[in-house]
């Protein structure tokens, strides 16, 4: 089943670019394009898209701003943040509204292809390049006393190896190869842990482990 994509960028270059890169990818289409935040919840219930590819700086609504009340109506497409910013506060205000990944502009297509499979697998995509930020980010919060008042939950050694290399940005596939076990296993394992925790959103997981010491910037 082709998965149906929906673009929300104030740059038809960028807009057209994206679209280029998606019609060499198989099983994606571009069903529609907006070029402002204030359309986005009105193109979602029209089109239904899969995935939401979402700029954060536009004209009129934010990224941010549209993602916020696109939650709030109950809209539950993925979403995908595409942008050029790297502060670690907005990655984080992403994430914690609701954003499944957050890519930036300067990707390749082969990472593009990455992050829309990971979130077509209802998993989370983080840049490469950005994963060590949003770690540091938490760290500061975590010291700052900014953190979930989440219970610690124990979690078994598979369990906390797994969520290790789940906040390190590593895919369900990836942590499979790397560990010797079934993509099936780790879909396991990764349920268990967000149910232990009652955690379900990468910022969380990472907020988490950075308060509890399971990760810190030296891994």
């Known amino acids: 089943m082709t998965c149906r994509l929906l673009l929300v960028d104030d740059h038809s270059l960028i807009r057209a670019g994206v679209r280029a890169l998606v019609s060499d990818i ?14 986005l919840l009105e193109h979602v219930l029209r089109l239904n898209p899969d995935i ?13 701003d549209a993602l916020t009340q696109l939650r709030a109506n109950g809209c539950q497409c993925k979403v995908l943040i595409l942008s050029m910013h790297t502060d ?14 957050y890519l930036l502009k300067d990707t390749t297509a082969t990472e593009l292809e990455q992050a829309l499979t990971a979130l077509r697998g209802d998993e989370r995509y983080l840049s490469p390049a950005i994963a060590h930020t949003v770690i540091n980010q938490a760290l500061l919060r975590a010291q700052s006393g900014k953190q979930p008042n989440d219970d ?3 979690l078994t050694a598979r369990q906390l190896e797994i969520l290790r ?5 590593k895919s369900t596939r990836e942590i499979a190869a790397g560990l010797g076990l ?15 925790l009652q955690i379900y959103d990468v910022a969380g997981l990472v907020l988490f482990a950075v308060r509890e010491k399971i990760i810190s910037l030296d891994d």
């Open 152 to 154: 610690r939950h124990n």
């Open 165 to 169: 290399l789940i906040v390190r940005g």
């Open 182 to 196: 079934s993509i099936k296993t780790v879909e396991t394992h990764r349920s268990q842990i967000m149910k232990r």
């Open 52 to 64: 939401v590819l979402l700029d954060i700086s536009m004209r009129t609504t934010s990224g941010l």
């Open 88 to 101: 670690p506060d907005l990655i984080m205000r992403a994430l914690e509204s609701g954003a499944h990944g």
């Open 26 to 39: 198989p099983g994606y289409t571009v069903i529609g394009e907006a070029d402002d935040g204030s359309q």
